[in-house]
């Protein structure tokens, strides 16, 4: 059983919009927050989204008020909006989910904006 799988990357044009999904498999038990990160080639990772299952959010600085994540608890799945897109949000997004003991990550789903 894959531990999270992605979906929703694609190419869109700037301005444009798309919404990844991260579906955590139900044998992963107690999680406490998911995120997405995002890496561009020749760059860091760095952390996009965060939500906990409580509900509390946090935002890349650049991304705030384009970008808007979600999750539904009962189907173990985080959401990630993205709204008025831009080229430097080209990049690998990956799907994060921590446990108390572990972290689990997706495999990736590419992201590209065309100017």
């Known amino acids: 059983q894959v531990p999270l799988v992605e979906s929703g990357g694609g190419l869109v044009q700037a301005g444009g919009s798309l919404r990844l999904s991260c579906a955590a498999a139900?044998?992963?038990?107690?999680?406490?927050?998911m995120a997405w990160y995002r890496q561009a080639p020749g760059k860091q990772r760095e952390l996009v989204a965060a939500i906990t299952s409580g509900g509390s959010m946090n935002y890349l600085e650049s991304v705030k008020g384009r970008f808007t994540i979600s999750r539904d608890n009962a189907k173990n799945t985080v959401y990630l909006q993205m709204n008025s897109l831009k080229p430097e949000d080209t990049a690998v997004y990956y799907c994060n989910a921590r446990t108390p003991k572990i972290a689990y990550w997706g495999q990736g789903t590419q992201v590209t904006v065309s100017s």
């Open positions: 139900g044998s992963i038990f107690s999680i406490n927050a």
